[in-house]
């Protein structure tokens, strides 16, 4: 009898014990623990990052709100301290143990966006591509100079800029320069459509081409209006045969863009960007022509402008000449008010 009661209690005692502790296996995979009554928030993971650092890591930012049950069913259950995969989370409001734990045991990432603009030197491309990405500027520029990767997407160390078109893409945290390389590359291609490619031809001009001189022409001028007009007359001196002498292939060959005013000393230099000394265009673009510059050249205003020069009033606009004769009096005009305005340089 004795034996029985013993039998029993022990069955009974056990069924309370399994129960209890089925009860908090299952708080700890389906209760909420993320972010309970907080905004969502991204975390991440690099290839450094240690379970133990993340788990306080995730408690001390107030991510988590139980760290034990978190670490019991990351490591216990999921094996996530031996999988995680580097990448940056979305974890939201009310996420459980598991559903949190999947996700980055997954290796799902939230994309990121990147956005560069007014680039002019490949130092200025990588550190702004780069600025939110796990890679930083100095191994991206590396890329930007390495010819076999080069090679691989069909550019050189001196069109490369050609390829990353301004804009804004979503790309992962994690990205390699490999990657992103891929990335522009097939923006490239899908931006040259047939369309696009057909202009190019009508005008003479190679989707490089096209880039080169749309690099010249965005440092020309701020008013993308006048894009066409200006387009115009670098084609009409192309055909020509005229040498281009575009300012601002001068001003990347000093690797100075601060220059106001162009004088002779800055023409003597000896660099296949110098458009007074070199006919044709220079070797690549001189910086990374955005869209509405590229849009400009592939819809050239077709007229009998061989010149322009900028406005005396500073509007920013320019005037167009057919003549050189006509050309020198505009360009007197704005050599005046240089030196009105003290500008000697």
């Known amino acids: 009898m004795k034996i029985r009661k013993r039998l029993i209690f022990a069955l009974v005692a056990g069924t309370v014990i399994l129960s209890t502790f089925s009860l908090y296996v299952y708080q700890m995979l389906y209760t909420p623990n993320v972010l309970v009554e907080r905004d969502a928030k991204v975390v991440y993971v690099s290839d450094s990052t240690d379970f133990t650092n993340f788990l306080k890591q995730l408690f001390n930012d107030k991510v988590i709100e139980d760290p034990a049950s978190f670490g019991f069913v990351a490591k216990a259950i999921l094996d996530y301290d031996e999988n995680m995969k580097p990448g940056r989370y979305l974890l939201t409001p009310n996420m459980t143990n598991l559903e949190a734990i999947r996700l980055l045991r997954s290796g799902a990432q939230t994309p990121i966006r990147i956005t560069f603009n007014n680039v002019r030197f490949k130092e200025d491309l990588a550190g702004k591509i780069t600025d939110n990405l796990e890679i930083d500027s100095v191994t991206f520029l590396k890329a930007l100079n390495n010819p076999e990767l080069l090679q691989k997407v069909g550019f050189t160390e001196s069109t490369i800029l050609a390829m990353f078109i301004p804009n804004t893409y979503e790309v992962y945290w994690t990205a390699t320069p490999e990657e992103l390389f891929d990335r522009m590359k097939s923006e490239y291609d899908r931006f040259w459509n047939e369309e696009r490619l057909a202009k190019a031809s009508k005008a003479g001009l190679t989707p490089l081409e096209v880039a080169t001189l749309a690099g010249i022409i965005q440092e020309e001028s701020n008013k993308p209006d006048e894009y066409p007009k200006i387009a115009g007359v670098y084609i009409n001196r192309l055909k020509k045969g005229m040498l281009l ?92 008010a240089l030196d009105r305005a003290k500008i000697y340089r």
């Open 245 to 336: 002498q575009a300012d601002p292939t001068l001003k990347f060959a000093l690797g100075d863009f601060t220059i106001k005013r162009v004088l002779n000393k800055h023409k003597e230099i000896d660099s296949p960007y110098n458009t007074y000394m070199y006919a044709g265009l220079p070797p690549g673009p001189i910086n990374c022509p955005e869209i509405k510059s590229l849009e400009g050249v592939l819809n050239y205003e077709d007229h009998g402008y061989y010149y322009f020069c900028a406005r005396p009033d500073f509007s920013g606009y320019h005037d167009f000449a057919s003549s050189l004769s006509e050309h020198l009096r505009n360009a007197n005009k704005y050599q005046r």
